[in-house]
């Protein structure tokens, strides 16, 4: 069983340009959850989607912003790029059922702002 | 969702039981406490999760007291491969949805 995907693996940005990070969830997976480490710091929880809906959102701007496709895959969209985005970019799927809900990561996306 | 607390750093020989400690003293009884660990700039690996039994997968034990407020991860023959940071989150995942992040153990195994 194929696990999460992410791509690109290693994206590199300027200042005030957008970045578009994609993310598939494991098979049968409807919740999508993206979260944020940057250099030195822990996880950063970002955003929740879950059948096409944000459910929650952590405390970022709003220039970070998503969706969910009818395939459950995911996007997030980081907007007006700042040099304090570079980070490494973590996508989680989990099937949604409350009893079972744990959340499994893919590898990354590693965001670089110039 | 309640805090938790893991010592910073800890060493196990290869070979050896690495055990893992983690306080939650703040736990509610609804909540779950998971395991995970990220080895260098990789995505986190889930390992296990319980919610006052003791569990056991291929991978590691959770021993979680009676009175839920601490639990243990055991990694029974450690291996160089688990030299990594050792996240203890716990959690209601079937409303808060979000998993928060310590800082975690970071577990160095040596020759």
């Known amino acids: 069983e194929a696990g999460v995907t992410q791509s690109p693996t290693h994206l590199i940005k300027t200042r005030g340009q957008q970045a578009t990070l994609r993310c598939s969830p494991i098979?049968?997976?409807?919740?999508v959850y993206w979260y944020q480490q940057a250099l030195g710091l822990g996880l950063q929880f970002l955003l929740w989607?879950?059948?096409?809906?944000?459910?929650n959102r952590g405390n970022f701007p709003p220039r970070f912003s998503g969706r969910q496709f009818p395939n459950y895959s995911s996007e997030l969209n980081v907007n007006a790029l700042e040099l304090e985005d570079s980070a490494l970019y973590l996508c989680?799927?989990?099937?949604?059922?409350?009893?079972?809900?744990?959340?499994?990561f893919g590898p990354g996306t590693r965001l670089t702002v110039l | 969702d309640a805090k938790t607390t893991q010592p910073p750093s800890m060493d196990c020989a290869e070979g050896r039981a690495a055990n893992l400690p983690c306080n939650h003293s703040t736990i509610s009884g609804n909540e779950y406490v998971y395991w995970y660990r990220q080895i260098h700039s990789q995505g986190p690996q889930y390992i296990i999760h319980g919610l006052k039994n003791n569990e056991t997968n291929e991978m590691a034990s959770l021993i979680i007291t009676e009175d839920r407020k601490s639990s243990t991860l055991i990694l029974p023959h450690a291996t160089l491969r688990d030299t990594a940071v050792y996240y203890c989150?716990?959690?209601?995942?079937?409303?808060?949805?979000?998993?928060?992040f310590g800082t975690g153990t970071r577990l160095q195994v040596t020759l």
């Open positions: 098979s049968g997976h409807t919740s």
């Open positions: 989680a799927s989990s099937s949604g059922l409350l009893h079972t809900d744990t959340q499994y």
């Open positions: 989607y879950d059948e096409g809906e944000e459910r």
């Open positions: 989150i716990v959690t209601n995942t079937g409303t808060a949805s979000k998993l928060t």
